[in-house]
T-cell receptor
Framework: EAQVTQNPRYLITVTGKKLTVTCSQN?????MSWYRQDPGLGLRQIYY???????DKGDVPEGYKVSRKEKRNFPLILESPSPNQTSLYFC????????????FGPGTRLTVL | GQQVMQIPQYQHVQEGEDFTTYCNSS?????IQWYKQRPGGHPVFLIQ?????EVKKQKRLTFQFGEAKKNSSLHITATQTTDVGTYFC????????FGKGTKLSVKP
C-alpha cells in the first residue's frame, strides 16, 4: 500500500531533550516536506526537500533540522525542543512539487513541557 | 512570502445547505490545489486546477479557478455530515503554500 508513515504518532517530552520524528514514503517520490499545524495558523511548511541531499527552508525553519540521505526517508530533528514547538506535525511527499498532489502522513502530536 | 487568503475561516451550515470557500491571491498562481482534512485526520488531496477559468466537478463538489488565476473556489451542493472538516487551498512556490483553511461544520 502506497503510504507515508511517521513515528512516533504521539510524543511528550521536556525542554532541551533532543528528538527525531521519522518520516518514510514507499512511493519513490522526489519531493518531501514537513509541516506544522497550529490552531488559527493553518499548515506552515518547516523544511522541504526536492531530492536526495537537497533541502531548503520553508516558512518556519527555526529550531528544526532535516536530512535527506535516502530518497524514502526525511527525518525531522529538534535539537533542543522548546514549548513553542508543541504542535501537530505532518510529513508529506509528492512525485514533484509542481502539478502533483501531496500525500500526507498521519501526523505526530508533539508536546514539549 | 506570497500568501493565499482563504475565507471564511469558519462556516456552520444546516445539512442540505450549500457551502462555498474562497481562496484569493494578489498575484497570479501557476496552479492551485484543494485539500480536505477531517477532524483528527490528515490533509487529503481533492483536486488540482491549472487552466484559467477551469471548472471541475466531483459529485457534489465544484471547483473553479478564476480567469486571472488569482482566485479559486470550492462549492459543495447540499452538504452532508460527511462533508465536515477543514478545506485548504494550496499553491506551489518552490515549496507549497497553504491557505489557513475553512472549517466546515454541518448540523444534521
Amino acid at each position: 500500500e502506497a503510504q507515508v508513515t511517521q513515528n512516533p504518532r504521539y510524543l511528550i517530552t521536556v525542554t532541551g531533550k533532543k528528538l527525531t520524528v521519522t518520516c518514510s514514503q514507499n512511493m519513490n517520490h522526489e519531493y518531501m516536506s514537513w509541516y506544522r499545524q497550529d490552531p488559527g495558523l493553518g499548515l506552515r511548511q518547516i523544511y522541504y526537500s526536492m531530492n536526495v541531499e537537497v533541502t531548503d527552508k520553508g516558512d518556519v525553519p527555526e529550531g528544526y533540522k532535516v536530512s535527506r540521505k535516502e530518497k524514502r526517508n526525511f527525518p525531522l530533528i529538534l535539537e533542543s525542543p522548546s514549548p513553542n514547538q508543541t504542535s501537530l506535525y505532518f510529513c508529506a511527499s509528492s512525485l514533484w512539487v509542481f502539478h502533483n498532489e501531496q500525500f500526507f502522513g498521519p501526523g505526530t502530536r508533539l508536546t514539549v513541557l | 512570502g506570497q500568501q493565499v487568503m482563504q475565507i471564511p475561516q469558519y462556516q456552520h451550515v444546516q445539512e442540505g445547505e450549500d457551502f462555498t470557500t474562497y481562496c484569493n491571491s494578489s498575484t497570479t498562481l501557476s496552479n492551485i490545489q484543494w485539500y480536505k482534512q477531517r477532524p483528527g485526520g490528515h490533509p487529503v488531496f481533492l483536486i488540482q486546477l491549472v487552466k484559467s477559468g477551469e471548472v471541475k466537478k466531483q459529485k457534489r463538489l465544484t471547483f473553479q479557478f478564476g480567469e486571472a488565476k488569482k482566485n479559486s473556489s470550492l462549492h459543495i451542493t447540499a452538504t452532508q455530515t460527511t462533508d465536515v472538516g477543514t478545506y485548504f487551498c494550496a499553491h506551489p512556490r518552490g515549496n507549497l503554500i497553504f491557505g489557513k483553511g475553512t472549517k466546515l461544520s454541518v448540523k444534521p
